[in-house]
């Protein structure tokens, strides 16, 4: 999912929607996957988007615990960065999420999350 501009909220809708039909394969073939989100750097999320994805977080709780590993949001700009990882500990999640300054880290989270689930089982 990559977030460009100033995107509205049919724009988040058809990325969640996709995001869960995917999710939704994932547990029908008993996989899970990791969820990336790359922010560029002139994005923006008005109170609205923000409520909005938070709500689909919360409805789609249990198809996150069974069909995702995580979720890495990829926040170039330090000072937003440092904001959305101030408002992920404050929230209760299913699936850890977390903010990263590159693309890089965050797949590398992602795919030592994947490998770490991989070798317990």
């Known amino acids: ?5 100033d995107f509205n909220l049919a724009d988040l809708e058809s990325t969640l929607n996709w995001a869960t039909k995917e999710l939704e394969k994932a547990r029908a073939k008993k996989r899970k996957i990791g969820l990336l989100s790359i922010a560029q750097p002139d994005s923006k999320m008005d109170s609205k988007l923000r409520s909005y994805a938070a709500n689909w977080l919360k409805e789609q709780n249990e198809l996150l615990r069974f069909a ?3 979720h890495a949001v990829v926040v170039s700009n330090p000072i937003q960065r440092g904001v959305l990882t101030a408002i992920l500990w404050l929230g209760d999640y299913s699936i850890p999420i977390r903010a ?3 693309d890089a880290e965050a797949r590398r989270w992602l795919v030592g999350t994947i490998s770490s689930l991989e070798a317990t089982g």
């Not at 999912?1 to 501009?5: A, L, N, P």
């Open 1 to 5: 999912m990559i977030y460009e501009g």
């Open 100 to 102: 990263f300054g590159t």
């Open 68 to 70: 995702a590993v995580g």
